[in-house]
């Protein structure tokens, strides 16, 4: 099993700055993917960032360019920096992240979500 723990999220006002971490905990044996995702109230679950194993990235449109995806690997942690923040981007954010045991089976977690409120 693995848990997830998330942090940073909070209140902002537009334009400035927020950094959240997601550590990850307990039977780890290699992590894979690991992602942040964002939820607004009436909305789906979207995909904001990945970061791959190898170090690539991608990142949805709307966030390219202003949040920047970065993990390490000898913490488990992934970390989402994120600046010039709009209100469009309040919503809960979740840690997103695919295990493999040391029995080949891959399975996904998820954190808890941490709100992110940006003000006009």
């Known amino acids: 099993q693995v848990q997830l723990v998330e942090s940073g999220g909070g209140l902002v006002q537009a334009g400035g700055s927020l950094r959240l971490s997601c550590a990850a905990s307990g039977s780890i044996f290699l992590l894979n993917d690991m992602a942040w995702y964002r939820q607004a109230p009436g909305k789906e679950r979207d995909l904001v960032a990945r970061?791959?194993?190898?170090?690539?990235?991608n990142y949805a449109d709307s966030v390219k360019g202003r949040f920047t995806i970065s993990r390490d690997n000898a913490k488990n942690t992934v970390y989402l920096q994120m600046s010039s923040l709009k209100v469009e981007d309040t919503a809960v954010y979740y840690c997103?992240?695919?295990?493999?045991?040391?029995?080949?089976?891959?399975?996904?977690?998820w954190g808890q979500g941490t709100q992110v409120t940006v003000s006009s």
């Open positions: 970061i791959y194993s190898g170090g690539g990235t």
């Open positions: 997103y992240v695919t295990h493999r045991n040391n029995w080949g089976y891959e399975y996904a977690y």
